[in-house]
């Protein structure tokens, strides 16, 4: 389009067809002949040909075409760093240097503050290759889930602070005493994640090396610190005292469910999807009287913290674009579908007056249309029979806190807004590492991690004494991290060279 400006529909000039690489869900399989496609070609005169990848493979699959030179027009699930392996050899495109043709990414951008959290994409080279999913504000998504008709019945409300949460397990403890309290999922990393930003860290499901200190303006080694040794003594006062199974850092997902669903456990973690799977396991075991909550992290020793930055995976489109007639269209139109409000609406809920209706400042699926239980008697399904609310075309599931609220359960809503009360941590700044860097790093952490992994269960457990901390960080220290860091913090230092360059350019 010769003007496309914030609030355009993209309309492509004459028919154009683009190519991606598209991840094909087992739960809703990619159907040819889905709404979402007809009214791309009906509207927007685009056509999209996929080229399917399993779910299973994708990591696979994204890897073969981009290092056999035959990736698509666009690959549009990619997480943050994920394309850092690929820069090197000019297979993506640096979207930085075009986003004069993106208009609604580059308003979002300016309007919700999110300078920090895309100048941690940049690479080597001063510039950054993926386009991001956007968040208006933080969506936090994990915690603890418990078995709130025993909260209520001790009379304990959601506890403020990881202490407190200690006592009323203490209290379900003294209470039951035939039932494990918490007795976690996922081998405990999870709620590892979402604790440790309280304790002024960061463990399980978040850990990385590389810790970014803000006071210092610079990283650190995680697992050295002593909020890192704080955050596992606190857990491991739990094993010990019984009241977190210790078998949670080896069980299954099945057994810890199936654990919590027929009374044994009060607590495990999880998300809002995970609560609709306990709900279907206690109807399963069939005992009406279990309510079940998830409830807002509690704060630490640090603060009432949360993990900062609000953008999740993006995309990546081919450097190979660049060369072909229709490469202004391919970037206005993902500017329209990723970014703007009528795309990202469109990619979630469909058309109106054909998948949904409004009911004031309210969308409504039709009749006989469901998805999430909305309209549970519905015969078809949004995202199987339509083609709509799927990931490939919204990475951020609506990215206005309205839109990526508009689908979900007023319990999980009100969970958000209570996480979005805490103080958030910084955003950790670009530090992209050239090839032989990447190399020198990875040879480093894969030892590192190795024995970080190992440590953290001994020293949860009990099999190694928390006494034997400083030989565990002389252990460390020995493996690399003083070399590990001065990567990444050189790194760092020479990314903030060329970004406070460009920005003297722009101002310029």
Partial sequence: MESFEVGDTFVATEPVDFSLLYRDHPEYPM???????????????????????????WNERVSLVIGAGDAPDFIPVMYSGGETQYVGGGALLPVSDYLEHMPHFSEKIENWDLEEDINSLYQADGKFYLLPGLHESTQDQYSVVVRWDIWEELGYDEPETWDEFEEQLR??????????????????????????????????????????????????????????????????GLIEE????????????????????????AVLGGNDQAVVTYRSSIDEVGDD?????????????????????????????????????????????????YYSDEGLEFAKWGVEGETFERDGDERVLVDDIDIHGLNPDGDEHLQVDYGFANGVFMPAHGSTTELVQSMLRDEVVEFREAMAEKDRTPVAPAAPLDELELERVSLLANSLDDTVATATAQFLTGQRDLDDWDSFVSELQAQGTAEYLEVYNEAYQRAQEEIDGIEEDMEG
Avoid: C
């Fill in 31 to 57: 159907r040819s002949d889905w709404a979402f496609f007809e009214h791309l070609e009906e509207n927007n005169n685009v056509t999209l040909s996929p080229e399917n990848a399993p779910l299973s493979d």
């Fill in 289 to 337: 009287d279990m309510e079940i909550r998830q409830i807002r992290v509690p704060a630490g020793p640090a603060g009432d913290i949360a993990p900062g930055g609000q953008t999740e995976s993006g995309l990546v489109i081919s450097s190979s674009v660049a060369e072909k007639e229709y490469f202004v269209a391919l970037l206005q139109f993902i500017d329209w579908l």
């Fill in 242 to 265: 019984g009241l977190i199974d210790s078998e949670s850092l080896t069980q299954d997902d099945d057994q810890a469910i199936q654990k919590f669903a027929s009374g044994q456990s």
């Fill in 171 to 236: 209290g379900v403890k003294e209470a039951y005493p035939d039932m494990i309290p918490f007795s976690d999922r996922w081998q405990l990393e999870s709620t590892l994640s979402v604790a440790g930003p309280n304790f002024g860290t960061q463990a399980g499901w978040g850990y990385e090396g590389h810790y970014w200190d803000a006071e210092a303006e610079e990283f650190i080694y995680t697992a050295e610190q002593d909020e890192y040794r704080d955050l596992l003594e606190y857990f491991h």
